[in-house]
Structures are given as C-alpha cells and as structure tokens.
C-alpha cells in the first residue's frame, strides 16, 4: 500500500444516510463471497459499512487491515440483491475506495494497472496496438465491435472467435481504435476525471466510425458502456452484448454430443446488467447439449471471484471463491460463461476437476 497522506471522507459524506440504513440484520453473510473465503464479519457488508461509517466519523484510520477488508470485496451486488433495507453498498464500498485512493492508500497492485492505462490504453502495459493484437484495420461501418483489453492482450480466442462470427454471418463490422474502457480504473477507486477522459476518447472513436451498434463480448466493459458511460458522457450508439447480437439470429450450428454443460451468469452481465437470457438462448441453439442449470443461477449466481480488483490483489481469496462455484456445478464436464475474467478466474482455480470452461463464442465460432 503506497504511503498514506491525511484521510478525507470526500465521497462518503455522500452516503452518510445509506450508511446508517443497514440494520445489521446479516442477510448478506449467505450471500457475500468473500466473507465465505475469509470468515470474519470485517469482510462483510454489513461490516464493511461499519468499517465505512468509521472512517466517516474519524474514529478509525485507513490502516492496512482496514483497506484489505475494503478492497477483498469483488462488488459482485449479490449482498445488494439480498439486502432488505435496499443498501447500495457496492457504490458505498467503491466511493469508500475513491476515498482512499485520494488518500494514497492504493494498492500496488491496483496502482501499476491504473497508471499502465493512463501510459499504454491498457492495464497490461502492453505497447502494442490494438490494430496490431486484433490484426485488423478499423474502417467505416455501422457494427463496431468493442474487444476490450483482456480479449485484445490475454484470452485473444475470444477477441477471435467474436470476429470469426461476426464474419461468418456476414455482419460488416470495424473494429476500433480502443483504449481501455475503465472499469478497473472505476472499481478500484481511481480518480474519476481520468476514466471520464477514457469514455470520451472511446466514444468519440466510435463515433467517428460511424457505429450505430456496439456489440462487446466482455461482461465489464458492456456494463460500463451500458450503465457506467451514461452517467459521464452521451453515448449516441446501441450497445449490445455479443449474446444479446446472437439471441435472435438463425446460427446453424453443427451438433455437440455427449457433453453435460452448465452456465455461469457473470456478475457484471448478470446482477449489473441484468441480463440472464439472451445467452441462455443462444446455448439452447446448440443441437445435442445436455444442459443443466446450477442451483444458484441467474440473480442468485455466485460470483467467480476475479471481480472488484481481488484476483490482482488477493489472488489466494479470488482462487477460494472460483473454487466454491465450480464446485457448484455438479456432474457437468463444461462450465460456459461470457467473460473472459470469469474463464480465466474459473480455469485456474479448477486444478485437478474434470471441467472445461469456456466462453460461449468461442464454442458458437467452432460449431458454426
């Protein structure tokens, strides 16, 4: 944790009447994922908003147990789903965060991520362009598809396979000159002038493309375009989930037999965005999946654990709570989801379990 300056309540003096709405009824404690890793009420909601209301009334300091418990949360909002006094404690916990950032207790981890975006476009550091990692040329056209950071850098099969399909259908799409969309700059805490500047340099590239549709294939960036970008900057185009393009279209999919596949709602797409549906559609056009839903699916999805800055920061807390969902899916031999920080977190949590997980395009681009 960098070396801490005088702590402010800037943001939280905004939160002051949600704060003490929380009746410590505990509601959360079922649902919250990294009080079943971790175990202590610290690492709760509801004691997170007593942590929160601390600092607000300057009766504890920003210490190095008090930032762990306040950055260990992935903000999943399943505790928000579950909260009967209606709590929004996912924005209480990130203004609580933007707080501390402002008072220097950023994590290192969190801290190298932020400033490789202000210097490269991308949590990576990665020098390379989009155009070069993508291998395509942005140009003129009504469909733009957004890939994100970690699809451009990291899970590059799904950053393909969403272009393999979109090619296939016919579809005449661009990709863009892209920078980060600032979800992790946003969820972390950074200041917020910065990831406003991100949205505008975004937007207006789109714009200058002439997109009237923006499909993304991963979950936090569409959250952002879809709910985040709104709140800072106009966003004069559609902003579609690649399942949400794919639910309504004929796809002519070739048969896969003999395997027992379950689905994994990602919290961003799911809970944030609420949508549930359209890849449940999309799987169901597959001929010859068995398919089984888990028991906590949809709304009640429990989180993968790579949300929130935890996997970056805490990696053993964020392998815990990837290890408990796919525990959760059963008998099933294929754990689909549609979010490359879901895959990535699940795979390499899943050790010795006979799993495959996989992001639906990348399944859709091979059987088309």
């Not at 957004?146 to 799904?158: D, L, N, Q, V, Y």
């Not at 944030?272 to 999805?301: D, W």
């Not at 754990?335 to 639906?360: H, Q, S, W, Y």
Request: negative net charge; proline residues 4%; contains cysteine.
């Amino acid at each position: 944790m960098s070396e801490s300056t005088e702590f402010r309540a800037d943001s939280l003096e905004k939160v002051r009447t949600a704060v003490n709405v929380c009746t410590m009824c505990g509601f959360c404690k079922s649902v919250c994922p990294s009080f079943k890793s971790i175990g202590w009420d610290s690492a709760l909601s509801r004691g997170r908003i007593v942590l929160t209301y601390g600092l607000l009334t300057g009766e504890l300091e920003p210490d190095e147990s008090l930032v762990r418990n306040m950055y260990t949360c992935t903000t999943c909002a399943d505790c928000v789903r579950r909260c009967p006094s209606k709590v929004e404690i996912v924005d209480i916990i990130e203004m609580c965060r933007a707080d501390l950032v402002k008072a220097g207790c950023i994590l290192p981890k969190h801290k190298g991520m932020c400033e490789n975006i202000l210097s490269t476009g991308n949590p990576f550091g990665e020098k390379a362009s989009r155009r070069e990692a993508l291998g395509r040329e942005p140009r003129k056209a009504k469909v733009g598809y957004f890939a994100g950071c970690t699809a451009t850098f990291r899970s590059k099969e799904t950053a393909r396979a969403t272009m393999s399909i979109l090619d296939k259908m016919g579809v005449d799409f661009t990709t863009l000159d892209e920078t980060c969309c600032g979800s992790v700059m946003q969820r972390v805490g950074w200041p917020q002038d910065d990831v406003t500047e991100l949205m505008r340099k975004n937007v207006e590239n789109i714009k200058a493309m002439g997109v009237e549709t923006l499909v993304l294939s991963c979950a936090g960036c569409y959250r952002m375009f879809k709910h985040e970008y709104p709140k800072y900057v106009d966003v004069p185009f559609e902003v579609k989930h690649i399942t949400e393009f794919l639910a309504d279209k004929d796809l002519k999919l070739r048969a896969l037999e003999g395997r027992k596949a379950t689905y994994h709602d990602p919290c961003h797409l799911g809970r944030h965005c609420g949508v549930y549906e359209a890849p449940r559609q999309v799987i169901s056009k597959i001929p010859g999946l068995e398919f089984r839903e888990m028991e906590y699916n949809r709304k009640t999805s429990h989180c993968c654990g790579g949300g929130g800055g935890v996997r970056s920061a805490y990696p053993e807390e964020s392998m815990d709570i990837a290890s408990t969902r796919l525990d959760e899916a059963g008998d099933a031999d294929l754990m689909i989801t549609c979010c490359p920080f879901c895959v990535n977190n699940l795979d390499a949590a899943k050790g010795d379990r006979a799993i495959e997980v996989r992001d639906l395009v990348e399944i859709i681009d091979e059987l088309m």
